[in-house]
């Protein structure tokens, strides 16, 4: 994020001055600048005011379980408290930074990673026809890859198909 700002002139309606080719307002346009006092005389002989434009900061990735704790934060105290930096260092200690700019800047959700799972190449009827394990009726082996084949890496550990014979093929989510 630069630290050059720019500058617009906006009346009291929401409309900004547009000075190409003429000066007119507008609501959807407007002329931006980088000095302060070409602004200040358009504000002054056009009508208006000032206003500062500002790169909006990127926003952090952080856990559901942090997203979570940001709600929190945000409903105890409120936007832009000083408390809640003190109370986000006391609690968070390792996640501490992060929490502190998603609670500045603002926050995305990081998606769970999602894995199919090959069964082991034995259980094949042939080569050409892999099998992925399902979660129909209990966990079972089939042929092709539908919806039920998808795992978190959750369901991966509880059903216990982390590693061999087994072996995992990371999902994209291309409708996204």
Same mark, same amino acid.
């Given at each position: 994020?630069?630290?050059?700002?720019? +500058?617009?002139?906006?009346? &009291?309606? #929401?409309?900004?001055?547009?000075? &190409?080719?003429? !000066?007119?307002?507008?609501?959807?346009?407007?002329?931006?600048?980088?000095?302060? @006092? *070409?602004?200040?005389?358009?504000?002054?002989?056009? %009508? %208006?005011?000032?206003?500062?434009?500002?790169?909006?900061?990127? /926003?952090?990735?952080?856990? /559901?379980?942090?997203?979570? =704790?940001? #709600?929190?934060? *945000?409903? =105890?105290? #409120?936007? +832009?408290?000083? &408390?809640?930096?003190?109370?986000?260092?006391? =609690?968070?200690?390792?996640?501490?930074?992060?929490?502190?700019?998603?609670?500045?800047?603002?926050?995305? *959700?990081?998606?769970?990673?999602?894995?199919?799972? $090959?069964? !082991?190449?034995?259980?094949?009827?042939?080569? @050409?026809? !892999?099998?992925?394990?399902?979660?129909?009726?209990?966990?079972?082996?089939? =042929?092709?890859?539908?919806?039920?084949?998808?795992?978190?890496?959750?369901?991966?550990?509880? +059903?216990? $198909?982390? #590693?061999? !014979?087994?072996?995992?093929?990371? *999902?994209?989510? @291309?409708? &996204?």
């Amino acid at each position: 994020m630069s630290e050059e700002k720019l +500058y617009a002139v906006k009346d &009291d309606e #929401g409309k900004y001055l547009d000075m &190409d080719p003429a !000066p007119w307002w507008d609501g959807q346009v407007g002329t931006a600048v980088r000095s302060i @006092d *070409v602004a200040l005389t358009w504000a002054k002989n056009h %009508g %208006g005011h000032v206003v500062a434009l500002i790169e909006e900061p990127e /926003k952090v990735v952080i856990s /559901k379980t942090n997203a979570l =704790r940001q #709600g929190w934060l *945000v409903a =105890r105290y #409120g936007r +832009y408290n000083p &408390d809640a930096v003190s109370d986000i260092l006391a =609690r968070y200690k390792d996640e501490a930074w992060d929490m502190i700019e998603a609670y500045v800047n603002g926050y995305t *959700v990081a998606k769970e990673k999602k894995y199919r799972v $090959l069964a !082991p190449k034995s259980w094949w009827q042939s080569e @050409d026809k !892999p099998k992925y394990m399902h979660r129909t009726f209990g966990i079972s082996a089939y =042929r092709g890859a539908g919806e039920d084949s998808v795992f978190t890496q959750k369901q991966l550990d509880l +059903y216990e $198909l982390n #590693g061999a !014979p087994f072996t995992k093929e990371e *999902v994209t989510d @291309d409708a &996204d």
